[in-house]
């Protein structure tokens, strides 16, 4: 669609307020969850607030809200300001800027409808290796309980960091919303290769996260004969080789299997591998297709270092199943959509997101827009301007419906 100049001027204005925050030399940014830094994303999404004449506050995670009404029964519009290490400017930062385009039209039609925008302490793992901290812990989502003790990248646990801005990690469940909405970038390469405008989320995919210990010999590269090595990377070689066998045999039922991280001891060149650890991420929107990805895994890893002579073990360290978004809510998204003439399609989202923490207390909706080459959490990631002003358009007229 068409959308008015002083709205693209506008959105773009609101993407440059928070352009250099964390800006790295690389190019990227770095504004890990909990951090000074996240600190100056919120700071500047208050003060972006209050231009638009919006009541600002803070819950008792540091979770920031922007409210046109004090009225209970809101809609609840969100995402998050933190991202990875080196990361793009869009991921999280888009949703934000989509719900302040939301709240500037509510404003110019006079649109009688209790809006908040929400924005999100922490979404990323980067900092603490825990996803979704400040929504899973008002939420009370059962897999952000007891998490104070995890480590920031500068050696503090979360209960230290909290202790000293004075949050809570045992907080109120948050109430009154009646709907949560969210715009994502869609981290793949769905929406650009089939040239449509917009996605509109039905499940987003569960992960499963492993930790594969192994243990061989570290021994002389040179002294030591092919035939009498215990080599803990040849045996990772193999296991990594074989969850990528896993994964392709469950993509048909849209599951993927990654090992993202291989640490290898004493990682010396004249030093045969004695110990392996592998990072393990596996994902689904089936839990059958979960389970025997989980299972073939570990058979298959057991199997392969009892050949190697390889001590094994593996530990899982998170699991989180499938979330549906609300189907009223899709087809609501859908059809507002089409009445603004912008392409979309259904489609799943194979990452996290914050919405995943409030599908079980509240109707839950997502929308994707695209991204270039579906690049994410890389200095690389781009989106349009105009591809948020068409997502934010989306969700607006989604919300003119509910008004009636």
Same mark, same amino acid.
């Given at each position: ?9 506008? !959105? ?11 800006s790295?030399e ?17 700071? /500047? ?16 995670v540091?979770n ?12 609840l @519009?969100?995402?998050?300001?933190? %991202? ?37 302490? !922490? ?6 290796? &825990? &996803? ?12 952000k309980?007891?998490?104070g ?33 969210e ?7 769905v929406?650009e290769?089939?040239q449509?405008?917009?996605?509109i989320?039905?499940?987003i995919? *569960? ?7 192994l243990?061989? /010999? ?16 040849c ?10 066998? @896993?994964?392709?045999?469950e ?19 004249n ?11 596996? $994902?689904?929107?089936?839990? %059958?297709?979960?389970?025997? /990805? ?30 549906g ?9 859908? $059809? ?14 194979g990452?996290?997101?914050?919405a995943? %923490? ?5 109707e839950? *909706? /997502?929308?994707?827009?695209? !991204?270039?080459k ?13 591809? @948020? !002003?068409? *997502?934010?358009?989306? @969700? ?9």
């Amino acid at each position: 669609m068409e959308h008015q100049i002083a709205d693209i001027q506008y !959105c773009e204005h609101l993407f440059n307020q928070f352009y250099d925050i964390g800006s790295t030399e690389s190019g990227g940014v770095t504004r890990l969850g909990y951090t000074k830094t996240e600190d100056r994303m919120h700071d /500047m999404f208050v003060k972006l607030g209050s231009s638009l004449n919006l009541r600002s506050y803070q819950d008792q995670v540091g979770n920031t809200y922007l409210a046109n009404s004090a009225d209970d029964g809101y809609y609840l @519009i969100g995402s998050h300001l933190d %991202s990875v290490i080196e990361g793009g400017r869009y991921d999280g930062v888009a949703g934000i800027i989509a719900g302040l385009m939301v709240m500037k039209w509510a404003a110019e039609d006079g649109l009688k409808l209790p809006i908040r925008i929400g924005a999100f302490r !922490c979404e990323e793992s980067s900092n603490f290796g &825990c &996803c979704t901290v400040g929504s899973g812990l008002i939420t009370k989502e059962a897999y952000k309980q007891d998490i104070g003790g995890l480590v920031s990248k500068e050696g503090e646990t979360l209960e230290e960091v909290f202790k000293k801005n004075g949050y809570s990690l045992h907080p109120a469940k948050i109430t009154g919303i009646k709907q949560y909405l969210e715009l994502h970038i869609e981290q793949g390469k769905v929406l650009e290769e089939c040239q449509t405008s917009v996605g509109i989320v039905t499940t987003i995919a *569960g992960p499963r996260r492993f930790n594969i210990y192994l243990r061989g /010999m570290a021994e002389h590269s040179g002294a030591t004969p092919m035939s009498m090595r215990y080599d803990a990377l040849c045996a990772a070689a193999e296991i990594i080789l074989e969850i990528e066998r @896993i994964g392709k045999k469950e993509a048909a039922y849209q599951s993927v299997a990654t090992v993202g991280v291989v640490t290898n001891h004493p990682n010396v060149l004249n030093v045969i591998p004695g110990e392996v650890e592998l990072g393990v991420d596996i $994902r689904g929107i089936e839990v %059958s297709s979960l389970n025997r /990805m989980e299972r073939d895994m570990k058979e298959a890893a057991k199997q392969i270092c009892k050949n190697r002579g390889i001590e094994y073990l593996d530990e899982k360290i998170g699991d989180i199943p499938p979330i549906g978004m609300s189907d009223s809510v899709e087809l609501g998204l859908e $059809r507002a959509a089409k009445r603004l003439g912008i392409s979309s399609r259904r489609m799943i989202s194979g990452a996290g997101h914050d919405a995943m %923490s409030f599908a079980n207390i509240c109707e839950t *909706g /997502m929308v994707f827009i695209p !991204c270039l080459k579906g690049i994410s959490h890389n200095r690389a990631e781009f989106t349009s301007i105009l591809s @948020i !002003c068409d *997502g934010a358009r989306v @969700i607006y007229e989604y919300l003119k419906g509910e008004a009636v």
